[in-house]
């Protein structure tokens, strides 16, 4: 069966520092692989979808970067953190493009 | 682009109480429908999904949808709510390839 791991479950920062998310997937080959953010009462938000190793589209522009240097691994990175950058952030595949999807347990990045 | 709009952000009912969260969607064209729920300190676990054929949905631990597709809704119901369905709901709507877009959530209470 297929399963989907993140980490870490929470995180402190400091404003500045660099940031590196990851998640992996298990089960499966060529997931497409999706990196949300949920912030409370506005729902999720898409950041970045892959649907292959080295292919990033991103949704939104900000702060913030993926990428996917295996197959079912997918990163959400910064260089350099922001207070607006606290969050709740999901990472999530699915087997197709319009397939429903399969969330990972989150990590609650907290930005000091 | 399409939104997903869940008019009630929170709801509290007693428990044996019938339940009905509202959830539309603007988007003209096929669309792939979701529900998903977060329990307090869980992750997001998909609750039902329709794509085709019969409008009424079932999903687990009792919920069903149904899908009207000249009212753009996509209702979340369940005769009799118990404690355990305290959680968070969301409805997803999938019209776009690679865009599942999530409405802001709906907080539901039930009081023993």
């Known amino acids: 069966s297929q399963t989907i791991h993140q980490w870490p479950a929470t995180l402190v920062q400091p404003v500045g520092s660099p940031l590196s998310l990851e998640c992996t997937v298990e089960?499966?080959?060529?997931?497409?692989l999706y990196w949300y953010r949920q912030a409370a009462g506005r729902g999720l938000q898409l950041l970045f979808y892959s649907v292959g190793i080295g292919q990033i589209s991103s949704e939104v522009p900000q702060n913030l970067s993926a990428s996917r240097p295996q197959d079912r691994q997918f990163i959400l990175s910064s260089k350099k953190l922001l207070l607006s950058d606290s969050g709740f952030y999901l990472c999530?595949?699915?087997?197709?493009?319009?397939?429903?999807?399969?969330f990972g347990s989150g990590t609650r990045l907290t930005v000091v | 682009a399409q939104s997903v709009s869940q008019h009630n952000h929170h709801v509290i009912l007693s428990e044996a109480a019938s339940l009905e969260l509202g959830c539309n969607y603007s988007?003209?064209?096929?669309?792939?429908l979701f529900w998903y729920v977060q329990y307090p300190g869980q992750h997001l676990q998909l609750l039902l999904k329709y794509f085709s054929g019969d409008p009424l949905v079932k999903g687990i631990k009792g919920f069903e949808a149904e899908f009207i597709k000249s009212k753009f809704s996509f209702n979340l119901r369940k005769p009799s709510v118990q404690w355990s369905d305290t959680a968070e709901y969301f409805c997803a709507v999938n019209a776009q390839v690679n865009m599942l877009t999530f409405g802001g959530g709906t907080r539901l209470m039930v009081k023993p």
């Open positions: 999530a595949w699915s087997p197709g493009q319009m397939d429903g999807y399969t």
């Open positions: 089960g499966t080959s060529n997931p497409n």
């Open positions: 988007y003209g064209g096929t669309v792939n």
